[in-house]
């Protein structure tokens, strides 16, 4: 499975964007995706993970509520919509995809394909 993030930029405190990540791969609807997120110094971090039929979904504490994760399996296509974005959501955004029976995976270790990231920046 090969994925592309896109959708990033520069957004001020408060605003929206959407994340997309494609992949390529007739068995992408078999996998579970997750978005990890990695600011400058730090370490890479768990956002959100969504089951691969899309039932089940998962996210980090810091953007429950302002976040949500979706998907749609005939598109090949995982999406992350972003409000009430604060000045802490900067980083670079990477998808990524599990195998594993559980859905709420957070740790890197678990996933097996990465994308290349997509820059987002928030500005006050």
């Known amino acids: 499975v090969q994925l592309q993030a896109s959708g990033g930029g520069l957004v001020q405190a408060g605003g929206s964007l959407r994340l997309s990540c494609a992949a390529s791969?007739?068995?992408?609807?078999?996998?579970?995706v997750g978005w990890f997120r990695q600011a400058p110094g730090k370490e890479r971090e768990f956002v959100s993970t969504?089951?691969?039929?899309?039932?089940?979904?998962y996210y980090a504490d810091s953007v429950k509520g302002r976040f949500t994760i979706s998907r749609n399996n005939a598109k090949n296509t995982v999406y992350l919509q972003m409000n009430s974005l604060k000045l802490e959501d900067t980083a670079v955004y990477y998808c990524?995809?599990?195998?594993?029976?559980?859905?709420?995976?957070?740790?890197?270790?678990?996933?097996?394909?990465w994308g290349q990231g997509t820059q987002v920046t928030v500005s006050s």
């Open positions: 990524a995809t599990h195998s594993r029976a559980r859905v709420a995976i957070t740790t890197t270790g678990e996933y097996d394909y």
């Open positions: 791969g007739r068995t992408f609807s078999s996998y579970a």
């Open positions: 969504i089951s691969w039929s899309g039932g089940s979904t």
